[in-house]
């Protein structure tokens, strides 16, 4: 029935065998009672059993699903995932841009970019979005700044 | 001390911060979509360069009017501002569509505001005595109130509880990242030397709770606009008569809020789900509710605001947050060098009637300026959710960029942001991947101290009285939530073998 579920079942067990591994080279340095590594351990374990559960639970589920006759797969609105990659990528960009060029130039780049996504299919009104990320990336900048006293990367007004 | 504490708040700078902090939690409670917690989470940072008090103050500010300013929305758009305000939808939306909306929006907020004034004296009464028991702690009941708390997780699972027991354990593992306690020796650092200190936990907050929601409202896109409905009001819209009628009804409703926020984890949205369907039962005419019945309205709206009050107790008492925006306000305390729990009522005394009459002022604030500013705050529904939400991102840059001045933490954020969004599409519930984020330090420190001093038994966490009868009462909390989610999973195979 969910395929998701089921993939998480296998990716929650290879998560804790790495942690199971990884915590070997953790050094313990415990006299008395625990060390470093037990936590890590117990977490490591804790993946590798719900995720055999989460998987198992599926495994059954999926197995008379298929043996049903006529049965489907449920399918889920997906959305615009295209929206979702150009958000984080535009995101990406944003933060490798702030200590570049300042908070004020790559915020107003960042905000016309990101309400040009969220408001894909309809008009674009390109002047408006350009002056209110003009206004806000200022305002928020002074406010947090001057009001604030709160420290943000000045880039090459810096 | 209370006279000190009331004192510290009563200065023109702290009092404006109430103010502001309230109209802007109000502002974030009613735009669907920004939440109370992601108004909170924004705002941390901000507190850094701020005395405790009016750090401290201005969050309470934010907690009380964004609890309450969901209700805006809930009646003039149908849309609830934040989840604890869903049941208001049920009969402020109809009120409102009957012409009613001034009536509506009146009860929504003289009720919000006395349930926030009841449970706020239960905080008042009964945190010091709570304090007082937990003063006689040690490791073995630190370690097993934080076991105790991850039970908690079944609450905040969802449909699944071992989803939710994922999160947790992925929220426990990210705290292991950095210096181990007791013995400091570097783990899963992989050599990056940013990771040494570990991960902190507002970076991941704003990730989980605002960047996520970015990304969710981008691949859904920005919904059709909806137009708030006209209204007008005289007064505060009822009358004497109609406010006297609902006594029982508020008591019944404020004591359900108080005491569900008081368990942590269950938060605003459960406790005014469950009185408005106590009040249905309860009522003469439960055909009305969901036509637009005053006392669906009141119920929700009381019982939404007393869970505040109920919510701080076990904060600031035992150091436990009640729900998501309490589990920030945590780290509000923290990043003022504060740990809540009960040496806060020793230490910190004047700080906590302060914080009291913090919380007084604040929902004194949002009487008035949900009142006074109603048009306002309409007006503000009206700004396209395209605009705001990239504001609103920029403010999270500023947000997690502000607590160590390191791009790295905003790096932090944005991977927090991809992991809530992956989440939500697996369906796995972000809030107990907080609370394994929160309780796992205290809990491994805990355990690791507790172990040192019975030199390495594991008994004495069971013959301690205290810390015994809380684990006995975590064994049997967890039996029974195997035992639910057990038949659960063969109520759902019936179902599908049916299908």
Request: proline share 4%; hydrophobic share 50%.
């Amino acid at each position: 029935m969910n395929k998701k579920t089921f993939s998480l079942g296998v990716f929650s067990i290879l998560l804790g065998i790495v942690m199971l591994i990884m915590s070997n080279g953790i050094r313990d340095f415990a006299a008395v009672g625990v060390g470093a590594k037990f936590f890590p351990r117990i977490a490591a374990s804790g993946f590798i059993i719900i995720g055999a559960l989460l998987a198992f639970q599926q495994r059954a589920v999926v197995s008379q699903l298929f043996s049903s006759a006529g049965s489907q797969d449920v399918k889920e609105d997906k959305g615009d995932m295209v929206a979702v990659w150009l958000t984080m990528g535009l995101l990406a960009i944003y933060l490798f841009l702030v200590p570049r060029l300042g908070y004020i130039l790559s915020t107003l780049i960042y905000i016309f970019g990101q309400t040009l996504i969220l408001n894909r299919g309809e008009k674009q009104h390109y002047l408006r979005f350009a002056i209110i990320a003009l206004i806000s990336a200022s305002a928020t900048y002074l406010l947090f700044v001057k009001v604030f006293r709160v420290m943000i990367p000045a880039g090459i007004f810096g | 001390m209370i006279i000190e504490g009331i004192l510290a708040v009563l200065s023109a700078k702290t009092i404006l911060l109430i103010f502001g902090g309230t109209v802007l939690g109000i502002l974030f409670g009613s735009v669907p979509g920004i939440t109370v917690t992601m108004g909170v989470a924004l705002f941390l940072p901000i507190t850094f360069n701020m005395t405790p008090v009016d750090g401290l103050s201005l969050l309470m500010g934010l907690y009380i009017g964004g609890t309450s300013g969901g209700l805006i929305s809930a009646i003039l758009l149908n849309i609830p501002g934040t989840p604890a305000s869903i049941c208001t939808t049920f009969d402020g939306a109809p009120m409102a569509r009957k012409g009613q909306a001034g009536k509506a929006l009146g009860l929504g907020i003289v009720f919000s505001f006395l349930g926030g004034i009841f449970s706020l004296l239960v905080l008042y009464f009964i945190s010091p005595m709570v304090a007082r028991v937990a003063l006689s702690f040690a490791s073995f009941e630190y370690f097993a109130i934080g076991i105790f708390s991850l039970t908690l997780v079944s609450t905040m699972s969802g449909k699944s509880l071992l989803k939710g027991l994922f999160s947790a354990l992925l929220g426990f593992s990210f705290t292991f990242i950095g210096m181990a306690p007791i013995t400091s020796f570097p783990r899963f650092t992989f050599g990056i030397r940013d990771l040494n200190a570990g991960l902190n936990l507002l970076p991941a907050l704003i990730g989980l709770f605002a960047v996520a929601q970015l990304f969710e409202e981008s691949q859904q896109g920005v919904a059709e606009k909806v137009e708030p409905i006209e209204y007008s009001i005289k007064g505060f819209g009822f009358s004497l008569k109609e406010f006297f009628s609902q006594k029982m009804n508020f008591l019944r409703s404020a004591v359900i809020g108080t005491g569900i926020g008081i368990l942590p984890g269950l938060g605003g949205a459960i406790c005014s789900v469950v009185a408005y369907g106590v009040a249905k039962n309860r009522s003469k005419t439960p055909e009305l509710f969901g036509q637009g019945s005053i006392e669906g309205l009141v119920a929700s709206e009381t019982a939404n605001n007393a869970s505040t009050g109920g919510a701080l107790v076990p904060l600031m008492t035992l150091g436990i947050p009640g729900d998501n925006t309490t589990a920030i306000l945590l780290a509000g305390f923290m990043i003022h060098g504060i740990t809540p729990g009960p040496l806060l009522f020793e230490n910190n005394g004047v700080l906590v009637y302060a914080i009291f009459t913090a919380l007084m002022l604040a929902n004194i604030f949002m009487l008035i300026s949900e009142y006074g500013g109603m048009r306002l705050f309409v007006k503000i529904l009206n700004v396209p959710k395209q605009i705001l939400l990239p504001i609103v991102l920029s403010l999270c840059v500023i947000g997690a960029y502000g607590v160590n001045n390191r791009m790295f933490d905003v790096w932090t954020m944005l991977f927090f942001g991809i992991l809530g969004f992956v989440m939500k599409k697996f369906e796995v519930p972000s809030t107990p991947l907080l609370l394994g984020f929160i309780l796992g330090p205290i809990i491994e420190t805990e355990l690791r101290r507790g172990l040192m001093r019975s030199q390495g038994s594991f008994v004495r966490f069971f013959t301690e009285p205290i810390s015994g009868v809380i684990l006995t009462i975590t064994i049997i909390i967890v039996l029974f939530s195997v035992y639910k989610e057990i038949k659960n999973m063969i109520a759902r195979r019936r179902e599908t073998t049916k299908l």
